[in-house]
């Protein structure tokens, strides 16, 4: 194949385009007058964890209450995190900003407030001390978005793969990819560059079986951890995934929905069990959601349920017309093809594959100090590929800080647009590889089996020696990466996320066999270590690339709180 390659000089680089990088690019021109290129793998106007929209903003906004402050909020994230996630970057990152991008969304003509009554709605869930979630119709939020990146004059290039960044060792200067339509090679120089690729979905089997049904967006392969790892980066817990309750049999978003409502979980007997499992009973943190739901199942309670019948009309009609609909138009879907009416019917539950999933408290990914930028230099990071992360609303604030950030620290910055041609003919060489073979694997296969993998052996319950194993297996896949063939861009792309998930996987594994404790539920469920101490030291897992290794190491929780204990500044 003889590839057409395009090279693109800029100041600052964002891959990604989904919430966070949107708004790293809106920030980046609100800063100062720098050149922005956005790299999106789909198209900015419906990409990302938030392209169908949203229905719900995670929140504080000092009413009064002792629950609607800084420090209630910033407790409530501590708490939710289990001390994993550095609270002090949060505050400058996110928690400290909410109402700044609250305000934004509003003169973007995003609707935080109800149309009909000019207020502000508010449910609680998950723990939370009050209701910290604001509903809101969010249905059309990224061509918002992307209307303000357009007016920006952001220049946007869509398509986009990214496949590596360029680095000299120590500082990242740009990256690489191909378009995934046409098949041609980029070649972006910058002067910072920020990640904002969102989590890592399809690595653990669906429950319904399909792939693509996920219950994040499932376009996410975890291209960022990936990305990042392999330029040196530091990565915090890839052992701690992310469990949720969905229908059962088909996986789809809207847990939240339900219990902010005041739904009840009911199990074969039409008891409510989560009262066993949790003072707050469905207002629990969603960890105790799944791993009570999996213990009724486990030890025969089941089928499990969730039920609507008790609630007013007027909380099943905020249900059914301001929650369900926005963002989760396939659970309406299935409700409706199933015949199944929430006023009277009770909804069958299980449990969800697991995900990489960057949502409320989540403590998995990429490292990054009260500026966004990772360890390593000019290379920063925002949104849910991010520690601290923390859903739409932590997409949004920390995606705006980091971008000014970065904007900022590149105004005293050179590009390095030479020299790069070695690394750039072994990656072009590398990347089309399985397109220019005349015969071999199927990149589906490959994933199909990487799922099949990381089911049996790093599934809910994990124990040594099947972690091993599954390693093994991993390590054994990865020898056919020089066997695969791509019939045309599309299945170029697809072995490209194969890599990554594949890279990811190993990263959770590695970490898992690590931390030889349990922690969050489902999140990291030890069978060898199944206990849960408040006792125990509350470490992070460290991950880092280490020449062709992966090294872990054990950072204590409580030094994680700010930007000396986590990176250096730019050099």
């Not at 992307?146 to 007016?151: M, T």
């Not at 999996?294 to 030890?299: G, K, T, V």
């Not at 994680?560 to 986590?566: H, I």
Request: proline share 4%; glycine share 8%; net charge positive.
């Amino acid at each position: 194949m003889n590839v057409q390659k395009k090279v693109f000089d800029t100041d600052v680089l964002v891959i990604g385009g989904g919430v966070a990088g949107s708004m790293a690019a809106i920030a980046a021109r609100d800063t100062a007058p720098v050149d922005v290129i956005v790299l999106e793998k789909a198209a900015l106007v419906r990409s990302g964890d938030a392209g169908a929209g949203n229905d719900h903003f995670l929140a504080h906004l000092n009413t009064g209450p002792e629950w609607d402050t800084d420090e209630a909020m910033a407790s409530y994230y501590s708490r939710l995190s289990q001390g994993l996630a550095p609270v002090e970057v949060a505050k400058v990152l996110h928690l400290n900003r909410i109402s700044e991008i609250i305000e934004k969304l509003e003169s973007w003509d995003i609707p935080i407030k109800d149309r009909k009554t000019g207020q502000i709605i508010r449910t609680k869930s998950f723990g939370q001390p009050g209701p910290y979630y604001i509903n809101f119709k969010g249905k059309n939020l990224k061509p918002a978005l992307a209307e303000q990146v357009k007016k920006r004059k952001v220049r946007v290039i869509n398509r986009v793969n990214v496949t590596g960044l360029l680095s000299d060792g120590k500082k990242v200067f740009g990256a690489m990819g191909f378009n995934v339509r046409n098949g041609e090679f980029y070649e972006v120089h910058s002067k910072v560059t920020i990640l904002a690729l969102g989590d890592a979905t399809r690595l653990w089997p669906n429950v319904s079986g399909l792939p693509f049904n996920t219950w994040m967006s499932p376009f996410n392969n975890g291209a960022g951890y990936a990305l990042a790892f392999k330029v040196g980066a530091e990565l915090a817990n890839m052992e701690i995934a992310a469990v949720t309750v969905v229908p059962k049999g088909f996986s789809a978003a809207g847990l939240n929905a339900f219990t902010g409502m005041g739904s009840y979980l009911l199990n074969a007997a039409g008891e409510r069990y989560m009262q066993k499992y949790h003072p707050m009973g469905e207002g629990a943190p969603r960890n105790t959601l799944a791993l009570g739901t999996y213990r009724e199942y486990m030890e025969g309670r089941g089928p499990c349920y969730i039920d609507c019948r008790h609630l007013s009309k007027e909380a099943l009609n905020h249900l059914t017309t301001n929650l369900l609909p926005v963002d989760k138009d396939t659970l309406v879907m299935f409700l409706n093809q199933k015949r199944l009416r929430l006023e009277k019917d009770l909804v069958e539950i299980g449990i969800s594959e697991m995900q990489m999933a960057g949502f409320t408290g989540s403590v998995s990914g990429i490292i990054i100090d009260q500026t966004g930028k990772t360890t390593v230099d000019r290379l920063y990071a925002a949104g849910a590929c991010t520690v601290p992360s923390f859903a739409l609303s932590g997409a949004f604030a920390t995606g705006y800080s980091v971008g000014e950030q970065a904007t900022r620290a590149s105004e005293k910055l050179t590009r390095k647009e030479s020299g790069w041609e070695k690394k750039v003919e072994k990656e072009i060489e590398r990347v089309y590889a399985p397109y220019n073979r005349s015969e071999g694997i199927n990149p589906k296969r490959l994933e199909n089996r990487l799922r099949q993998i990381m089911s049996d052996y790093v599934g809910y319950v994990k124990n040594e020696r099947g972690l091993k194993t599954g390693l093994a297996k991993l390590e054994a896949l990865e020898k056919n990466i020089d066997h695969i063939k791509a019939e045309n861009f599309h299945e170029l792309m697809r072995t490209s996320e194969f890599q990554d998930l594949l890279l990811v996987g190993k990263l959770v594994v590695t970490s898992a066999l690590a931390r030889k404790e349990s922690r969050m539920g489902l999140s990291h469920f030890r069978a060898d270590y199944p206990e849960e101490s408040d006792a125990s030291p509350k470490d992070s897992t460290i991950i880092k690339a280490d020449r062709k290794e992966i090294k872990v190491s054990f950072r204590p929780a409580e030094k994680n709180r700010g930007r000396v204990s986590y990176a250096t500044g730019n050099r």
